[in-house]
């Protein structure tokens, strides 16, 4: 399989991801907010569909920037 093209720093919001940032009571980063309002963005099917669909395309899923540990206490982002 030859693969045109790889993103190794693909941002992906994922449900359990955001529900435990907003149940943190920290600040949540106004861009982190503004994002998770795109589905490609949250929603793996979707996601699925957009690289499918783009051809000889992967992706490695990251959490997005920032990371939680820039913005959580020591205890909620082991």
Do not use: W
């Not at 359990?16 to 907003?22: E, K």
């Amino acid at each position: 399989m030859t693969v045109s093209a790889l993103d190794i720093n693909c941002h992906f919001l994922p449900h359990a991801y955001l529900a435990a940032v907003r149940k943190s009571g920290v600040a949540i980063p106004h861009m982190l907010e503004r994002a998770s309002a795109f589905p490609l963005m949250t929603e793996v099917s979707v996601r699925l569909d957009a690289i499918s669909s783009a051809g000889d395309v992967r992706q490695l899923p990251s959490l997005a920037s920032p990371p939680l540990e820039q913005y959580a206490p020591p205890d909620l982002s082991p």
